[in-house]
C-alpha cells in the first residue's frame, strides 16, 4: 500500500435528534514518504479524521481510498485485513492488555496474521523489544511499567505487522516531557528504518513541526501551514 487518498470527506455525529457536522469536504493525500501532522483545537476533529483514514469509521459522504481500493466500498473483512497488513493505530492510551505480558502484547498482531506462533514472529518481537529498549521488561506485565515504556509497548505491537501506515493518536498526551521528547524521537527513527508513513494528532506544535507536513484543522476543513 502507498497512497491514501481521501475525497470530498464529510462526516457528522447524531446528537439527539440533529445530526452535528464535524468535518465538510475534507480532501487530502498521504503517501509512504510522507510524516503528516494534522493539529487544531480540541474537539476540532483531528481523531474523527484518524479513525475515517484507518477505516476505523465510515464517513457521512466522500471516498477514502487506499491505492486505488475504495475502503469503504469493500466486506469489512477485507477492510480488516488492509488494516491487519498495512495499518498500525496507537492511541493516547496504551490499550494493553493487563493480563498478558510484554512480549504477548507485543505478538498480539502475528498471531491474528499468522493463526499461531513461529520462530520468525519471536524473532521480530525480539527484535522491536531490543530495538526500543524493552528487553529487559518482556516478561513484565503492563502495572510493572511506566508511562513511557508502556506506549512504547504499544508502537511496538502497532508496528510487528511492518505496517505502510501508522496512525498515532496524541500518542504523547499523557507523557511528561522528558518521556514525550524520546517517545517522539523513537517515533520518528522507527517511521524512517522501517519506511512507515506517519499521521498524526497532536496538540503539541513542537511534536507536529518534526513532520514533514502540517495541518491544521479548523471550522470541520483542512488546511496546509
Avoid at 462526516?11 to 494534522?38: Q, Y
Avoid at 513484565?140 to 504499544?154: C, D, M, N, T
Avoid at 513532520?211 to 488546511?223: E, F, H, Q
Amino acid at each position: 500500500m502507498n497512497n491514501i487518498v481521501c475525497k470530498n470527506i464529510f462526516k457528522s455525529f447524531k446528537h439527539e435528534s440533529e445530526d452535528m457536522p464535524v468535518l465538510d469536504n475534507i480532501n487530502l493525500s498521504i503517501s509512504k514518504a510522507d510524516r503528516l501532522a494534522i493539529t487544531g483545537a480540541s474537539g476540532a476533529g483531528k481523531s474523527t479524521l484518524l479513525q475515517l483514514l484507518a477505516g476505523l469509521d465510515k464517513p457521512s459522504q466522500g471516498s477514502i481510498f487506499i491505492d486505488d481500493i475504495d475502503l469503504h466500498s469493500i466486506k469489512p473483512i477485507e477492510q480488516s485485513k488492509i488494516r491487519l497488513n498495512s495499518f498500525g493505530f496507537v492511541y493516547q492510551f496504551h490499550h494493553l492488555l493487563e493480563d498478558l505480558n510484554v512480549y504477548e502484547n507485543i505478538l498480539i498482531p502475528q498471531q491474528l496474521k499468522y493463526g499461531s506462533n513461529s520462530n520468525k514472529s519471536a524473532r521480530k518481537v525480539a527484535k522491536l523489544l531490543d530495538q526500543l529498549g524493552l528487553s529487559s521488561r518482556a516478561k513484565h506485565l503492563p502495572w510493572k511499567l511506566s508511562g513511557g515504556e508502556k506506549q512504547r509497548v504499544a508502537i511496538a505491537r502497532a508496528i510487528v505487522n511492518n505496517p505502510s501506515f501508522l496512525f498515532l493518536d496524541e500518542p504523547t498526551g499523557n507523557l511528561d516531557d522528558e518521556n514525550s521528547n524520546l517517545v517522539q524521537d523513537l517515533i520518528l527513527q522507527i517511521a524512517n528504518e522501517h519506511d512507515i508513513a506517519l499521521i498524526l494528532s497532536t496538540h503539541d506544535i513542537n511534536f507536529a513541526n518534526k513532520m514533514n507536513k502540517v495541518y491544521k484543522i479548523d471550522n470541520r476543513n483542512i488546511k496546509e501551514v
